[in-house]
């Protein structure tokens, strides 16, 4: 009895130094854990998330004469795409457009995104024209302005011009599901 | 092949390859004084291109990458500060595209995380050599009575044990 009064006669110090590895280890296990959940490291943050689409002027795809602003497409929630000829993944992401501008009844805009106009109506003739109108970006000004960084991305805009979601790469039937039709189902109801 | 012959080939081959990776990411950019030259390659070395996680403006040649080179020497030209080009960029790119993170509080761990790992390590460094010190001069007054009651109660114990052994060579 005596004996082990003894051998614990400091407990506070020793037992609770025991620990140090574990909580070390658990640390380390959390900043891992972490850092390998965050996804895919290329999908980076909007920083345009909530302010409005910046001012623009340029010519649409099948009018050159025409140059419109960011206003000729307000009014209601809309989609806005960017897109390229030279693009696959837009390829891959036209169908997907052209079953939500129908089933959703959502306007959705395009940006010709550092394309050839010619090849680009081509492309739309040949595909099918989701767009109410595409605006021609040739050479990406427009794209930097809103931070892109690949084609495809889609801006989901309110009805005022504020940008309210951002999806880089394609917008596949998941994506809009999970994604774009609660946010725009929300924007909705508040209109 | 002969290894020589194999070796030139080779040679010509790397030669080729270096050639054509320097053809493809050259643009001119003329500037009216070497102060703004000099300030749009600081800035090119420091930003980042968004499309390729690990490299600056200067070393991708992605497409992004070149627009924004082009934005940036545009951005220079006009006249504006190296401050208003980073907001500028950081506006559409976010901090992602700052290679030199600023001060935030979202950053505040990155900055301050280090310094604060370094005095822990050193805090515990501290406590470490101190306990070393006092234990080193311990001597046989400086134990408490209980420890004097306890080592004289094992040293008791001791004797008793050892009493009705014979002693080892």
């Not at chain 1, 169908?95 to 129908?102: D, G, K, N, T, V």
């Not at chain 2, 990411?25 to 499309?51: G, W």
């Not at chain 2, 190296?82 to 901090?95: A, C, M, N």
Request: with cysteine; glycine share 8%.
């Amino acid at each position: 009895m005596s004996e082990q009064h003894a051998a614990t006669a400091r407990p506070g110090i020793h037992r609770a130094s025991l620990f140090i590895p574990l909580g070390v280890f658990l640390l380390v296990l959390l900043l891992l854990w972490r850092g390998f959940s965050l996804g895919d490291p290329h999908a980076l943050p909007s920083a345009l998330l909530n302010q409005p689409l910046p001012e623009f002027a340029l010519p649409v795809l099948h009018e050159p004469d025409r140059i419109v602003s960011s206003e000729a497409m307000h009014g209601e929630p809309f989609l806005l795409n960017v897109w390229a000829t030279w693009c696959p993944t837009c390829r891959a992401e036209h169908a997907e457009l052209a079953r939500i501008s129908r089933e959703y009844g959502v306007p959705i805009f395009g940006i010709n995104y550092k394309d050839n106009p010619a090849e680009a109506r081509r492309w739309l003739a040949r595909f099918g024209n989701p767009y109410v109108f595409s605006v021609v970006d040739a050479d990406g000004s427009l794209g930097i302005d809103l931070g892109v960084y690949g084609a495809p991305e889609t801006f989901l805009v309110d009805a005022e011009g504020v940008i309210r979601y951002k999806r880089v790469g394609a917008v596949d039937q998941r994506v809009w599901d999970t994604k774009l039709a609660p946010i725009l189902a929300e924007l909705r109801d508040a209109s | 092949m002969r290894p020589e012959v194999l070796l030139r080939v080779l040679v010509l081959g790397l030669a080729l390859l270096a050639g054509h990776a320097q053809a493809s990411s050259i643009d001119v950019y003329e500037f009216a004084t070497r102060e703004q030259e000099a300030r749009f390659h600081a800035l090119n070395a420091e930003l980042r291109c968004p499309k390729c996680l690990n490299t600056n403006l200067w070393g991708s040649d992605a497409p992004i990458a070149r627009d924004l080179r082009r934005t940036v020497a545009n951005m220079v030209r006009e006249g504006h500060s190296d401050q208003e080009i980073r907001d500028y960029l950081v506006s559409r790119y976010g901090d992602f595209i700052l290679y030199n993170p600023r001060f935030t509080a979202k950053t505040a761990a990155l900055w301050v995380g280090p310094f604060l790992l370094l005095f822990l390590g050193l805090g515990i460094i501290a406590l470490m050599i101190r306990n070393q010190r006092r234990e080193a001069r311990l001597g046989p007054g400086d134990l408490t009575a209980d420890d004097e009651a306890r080592l004289a109660r094992l040293r008791g114990q001791l004797e008793a044990d050892t009493s009705g052994v014979p002693p080892r060579s």
